[in-house]
């Protein structure tokens, strides 16, 4: 996972050139400036190893297991368009598939974690902000950990100490970048009709990316494949609309925000809406959302079979077909969806269900 005292050239003038940047313009958040460097997150961290970045043991499901003992912290997943904030304490954690599935699952803090993807971590002091960040092999932030004014800074700085690696210690990253292809094409022994059959026939919502990868799709191909009977398009100000119809009705959603290594979800109300700049924004005390609403491409409203019934959400994606951000009214297992939040979903851009199966 890491390479310990490996000679990197272009370190020092990786270093320089933040340190230069970073005194124009202090106010930059991390993404933009490794963005105006032409470097990754990552690697703006491995420059400044040993001075505010310290490089972690890579003992991931460790780590994690140990985080309880600092009380609340505030746990934060993004992707290039959306970032999901959510204050608690990480507890119930498990770990299946010889530890390349983690799960936390706190009324608080509700991850999906795909340790296949994560690669180094960075212990961060920037000013009074502390964290803890996790990378992929190219360098992009999969999940950060901040302490917060209720979290036991003794027991902080004790995981930091026990997983600290010597100042010399450097990380090495993959220069390619993962992109998304842009709309493929359907394979070509695609067949719509027993697409529709398979997916009319799915009894919980976890059955569906088995059902994408059978038959070979991108979830974006089959929204648009599957027929207005399940899946229908909306306008990028739909999540909007649908956050602020919840927060008027005080109906609780879940707010799902993700990419590859890392899934988090807020299960609760939503109440501060505020739109600043370019951002679209949830401001409450336990969790913050943060929106890029002129980057969606598509947005759908979907309808799924389950054994309690109709389940459904509206998703968001970006110009490569990546999911953005997903809605869905809160529920469990067992339990049937809220009558409240299906009717928030029918009445977004102002859409009649017709006869569609959850009308």
Not at 13 to 18: F, P, R, V
Request: hydrophobic letters at 40%; one cysteine or more.
């Amino acid at each position: 996972m890491t390479d310990m005292k490996l000679h990197t050239p272009t370190r020092q003038a990786q270093l320089e050139a933040y340190q230069a940047l970073h005194t124009q313009e202090p106010n930059l958040r991390a993404r933009e400036l490794a963005a105006r460097l032409g470097i990754s997150e990552g690697e703006l961290l491995a420059c400044r190893q040993g001075q505010d970045s310290w490089l972690l043991r890579p003992q991931f499901q460790t780590l994690l297991e140990s985080l309880e003992p600092l009380g609340e912290v505030l746990a934060l997943t993004r992707n290039a368009e959306a970032v999901h904030e959510r204050r608690g304490i990480y507890r119930n954690l498990s770990f299946s598939g010889n530890g390349r599935m983690g799960l936390v699952v706190t009324p608080d803090i509700d991850l999906r974690l795909f340790m296949e993807h994560w690669h180094c971590a960075f212990a961060v002091t920037e000013g009074e902000r502390d964290s803890l960040q996790f990378f992929d092999p190219q360098g992009t932030a999969l999940h950060k950990i901040y302490r917060t004014d209720e979290t036991d800074a003794g027991a902080w700085a004790q995981l930091v100490a026990r997983f600290r690696l010597p100042a010399d210690s450097e990380v090495l990253f993959d220069p390619i970048r993962l992109n998304a292809p842009v709309d493929a094409g359907l394979p070509a022994d695609f067949e719509q009709t027993p697409f529709r059959r398979d997916w009319a026939a799915l009894s919980d919502v976890h059955q569906y990316h088995a059902l994408l990868r059978r038959y070979g799709l991108s979830r974006t191909q089959a929204l648009r494949e599957i027929g207005e009977e399940w899946a229908w398009p909306l306008s990028p100000r739909a999540l909007r609309q649908a956050l602020q119809r919840a927060a008027d009705g005080q109906c609780e959603v879940m707010v799902f925000v993700g990419n590859r290594g890392c899934i988090q979800i807020h299960s609760g109300p939503v109440e501060h809406l505020l739109e600043t700049g370019p951002w679209f924004n949830v401001l409450d005390p336990s969790f913050n959302l943060h929106l890029r609403e002129d980057q969606i491409a598509e947005a759908w409203a979907i309808t799924r079979p389950t054994s309690d019934g109709i389940v459904t959400s509206i998703e968001a994606f970006n110009a490569s077909g990546d999911s953005i951000l997903t809605l869905f009214g809160k529920r469990k297992p067992g339990i049937p969806e809220l009558q409240q939040w299906r009717e928030i979903v029918f009445a977004v851009d102002n859409l009649k269900p017709g006869n569609r199966p959850c009308a």
